[in-house]
Each structure stands twice: as structure tokens, then as C-alpha cells.
């Protein structure tokens, strides 16, 4: 099975900073899709930016970019200009594109939770 | 704004008793999903549908969970009986094939 590794359990930032959120992933598959959730204290989870394997441009979601090292393995998230409603918990998560022993679901890293502080 | 519900938002219950957890997709989505988030276990996949077929319940301890779509608006996870071990927060997902999922709020249960 694919595993989803974050080896930052928290970080913190100052608001209007950058941070970067890091996460690597183990697979055999050549074509998959990566994706970034958010969850704030509400629960509720939002996808912040989704990463297809085969193409080779960094996604970009206004303040939230990707840096997408496929040979590495590696899926780090950039927050440009930090918020205080960027505070949450991060899932990186990784899905294979055709059918497998894993199936269709979401393969989530254990988090990473960001601290924004004024 | 489309969003997929679920309900109840939070249940207490003792051990033993059966729980039933629902959810309604986004109209149109094909494909449903159940995870479950623990502290310990992170999120994991119970189950999923797709057009109201069960493609994969592997996750699911078969003695005590069922997952049915009774129709494309409604998706239901039964425990029963219910365990302290049971204790999560259960989420919902649904997407259009097989690309992006949009979760539910959750629902948080509590077994004592």
C-alpha cells in the first residue's frame, strides 16, 4: 500500500509570512494524484490544492502553491502571505489513478498543524 | 453552494446499541465515500460506493459495520453493536468518478 509520510507534526508561522509544509510519499504507480486538505477546529475538510503525477508544472491555488518532485517523491505545500485563518491542521494525500489493491480512496499522512501568530 | 451533509453532527451513545450515521452527496456525484479519523489511526477508508454499488469495504470490521446507498441521495453507516473502540469522527466524501473528493462536516461519535 501507499504510504503518506509529514515529519512535521506542527509549525508555526508569523502572518505575512511564507511556510512550506513538507510530505513524501512511497509508490510504485507512474501516474497518481496528490492533493492538500485543510481542517480546521470545525472538522470540516477542504481540499486546498490537488496535483495530477503526469504533469510537470507546479499546481497553484492563489496564496497556496506545490513544489512537485516526482524522481524524489516529495509534495511540499508553500502558504504565501500567511492568514490567521490559515491556522488547521494539513493532510497531504495521495490516490492512485487506476484501480489497485489500494482502490480509489484517499491515502492520508498523519497531519501537519500550522500555528499563525499576529 | 453545493455541499454533501451529514447527520447527526455529533452522538452519544452506550455500548451495545446500534448507530446509524447518513449522508446525502453532492447531487450528481457518483462515487461515495466513508472515513473514519481517530488520534491514533489518522483517517482511514471504511468503504466506498460507486453509482450505489460497494466497490470496497475492506476497511470495515464486517461484524459490526454496514454501509448501504438505499438511493443516489442518501448513503447510511450502521454500527451494531456499537464499541468505546468505535469512538471517531466519521466522514462522508463524495466526487464525479474518481478524482476529487468533498467531505462531509462529520460526525462525531462517542460510545461509553
Known amino acids: 500500500a501507499q504510504t503518506v509520510t509529514q515529519s512535521q507534526p506542527e509549525m508555526s508561522v508569523q502572518e505575512a509570512e511564507t511556510v512550506t509544509l513538507s510530505c513524501t510519499y512511497d509508490t510504485s504507480e507512474s501516474d497518481y494524484y496528490l492533493f492538500w486538505y485543510k481542517q480546521p477546529p470545525s472538522r470540516q475538510m477542504i481540499l486546498v490544492i490537488r496535483?495530477?503525477?503526469?504533469?510537470?508544472q507546479n499546481a497553484t491555488e492563489n496564496r497556496f502553491s506545490v513544489n512537485f518532485q516526482k524522481a524524489a517523491k516529495s509534495f511540499s505545500l508553500k502558504i504565501s502571505d500567511s492568514q490567521l485563518g490559515d491556522a488547521a491542521m494539513y493532510f497531504c494525500a495521495y490516490r492512485n489513478v487506476r484501480n489497485s489493491n489500494s482502490g480509489y480512496a484517499l491515502n492520508f499522512g498523519k497531519g501537519t498543524s500550522l500555528l499563525v501568530t499576529p | 453552494d453545493a455541499r454533501v451533509t451529514q447527520t447527526p453532527r455529533h452522538k452519544v451513545t452506550e455500548m451495545g446499541q446500534e448507530v446509524t450515521m447518513r449522508c446525502q452527496p453532492i447531487l450528481g456525484h457518483n462515487t461515495v465515500f466513508w472515513y473514519r479519523q481517530t488520534m491514533m489511526q489518522g483517517l482511514e477508508l471504511l468503504a466506498y460506493f460507486r453509482n450505489r454499488a460497494p466497490l470496497d469495504d475492506s476497511g470495515m470490521p464486517k461484524d459490526r459495520f454496514s454501509a448501504e446507498m438505499p438511493d443516489a441521495t442518501l448513503a447510511t453507516l450502521k454500527i451494531q453493536p456499537s464499541e468505546p473502540r468505535d469512538s471517531a469522527v466519521y466522514f462522508c466524501?463524495?466526487?464525479?468518478?474518481?478524482?476529487?473528493?468533498?467531505f462531509g462536516p462529520g460526525t462525531r461519535l462517542t460510545v461509553t
Open positions: 496535483q495530477e503525477a503526469y504533469k510537470q
Open positions: 466524501a463524495s466526487g464525479e468518478g474518481f478524482y476529487e473528493q468533498y
